[in-house]
T-cell receptor
Framework: ETGVTQTPRHLVMGMTNKKSLKCEQH?????MYWYKQSAKKPLELMFV???????ENNSVPSRFSPECPNSSHLFLHLHTLQPEDSALYLC??????????????FGSGTRLTVV | DQQVKQNSPSLSVQEGRISILNCDYT??????FLWYKKYPAEGPTFLIS?????DKNEDGRFTVFLNKSAKHLSLHIVPSQPGDSAVYFC????????FGAGTQVVVTP
């Protein structure tokens, strides 16, 4: 596989469930990102990992917990979510955080619905 | 505080005509600007970028213009094709990307 792969593509979960989103990149990139896209809103940066170290937590509620075991994998652990957390969650990677000359490569996203 | 703004949520253009998408930003620290294209059920894909030291960058049918004094950039697509129908996101960076809300472009036959 190539590029950035996100699983699952769709997820419906109850407010008391615990689930995880997975992101994998095969591009040799060292930075990985989680973004949230709600309808009609800009993409919101949630977390940034650079060389496996978290460098940004954009005031994200603790019910979202990221994990980056290596430069190729990124997880987003979800628990006790709210209906307003329903959105498209996008993972992205780049060569290295802070480099401007390269765009980010995005996965196709996980469409999350909290019921 | 939204630092990158795309004030037109949608744009309809006839095939063969020019599409002009606009983007404004407020942070003068931004030094790199990018446009992404997004189809339904897919992630955004990088389209074209421009450094703040330039005022124009062209790649095939796509040209990005940057007006630093006005803190404004635009994307021109000419000629527009049906496959260009997508959501276009403007993004600005001074280390991390900040995105606008997107403009839905519909190219009609």
């Amino acid at each position: 596989e190539t590029g950035v792969t996100q699983t699952p593509r769709h997820l419906v979960m109850g407010m008391t469930n615990k689930k995880s989103l997975k992101c994998e990149q095969h591009l040799g990139h060292n930075a990985m990102y989680w973004y949230k896209q709600s309808a009609k809103k800009p993409l919101e940066l949630m977390f940034v990992y650079n060389f496996k170290e978290q460098t940004e937590n954009n005031s994200v509620p603790s019910r979202f917990s990221p994990e980056c075991p290596n430069s190729s994998h990124l997880f987003l652990h979800l628990h006790t979510l709210q209906p307003e957390d329903s959105a498209l969650y996008l993972c992205a990677s780049s060569q290295e955080e802070g480099l401007r000359d390269y765009g980010y490569t995005f996965g196709s996203g996980t469409r999350l619905t909290v019921v | 505080d939204q630092q990158v703004k795309q004030n037109s949520p949608s744009l309809s253009v006839q095939e063969g005509r020019i599409s002009i998408l606009n983007c404004d930003y407020t942070n003068s620290m931004f030094d790199y600007f990018l446009w992404y294209k997004k189809y339904p059920a897919e992630g955004p894909t990088f389209l074209i970028s421009i450094s703040s030291i330039k005022d124009k960058n062209e790649d095939g049918r796509f040209t990005v213009f940057l007006n630093k004094s006005a803190k404004h950039l635009s994307l021109h697509i000419v000629p527009s094709q049906p496959g260009d129908s997508a959501v276009y996101f403007c993004a600005a960076s001074w280390g991390k990307l900040q995105f606008g809300a997107g403009t839905q472009v519909v190219v009609t036959p």
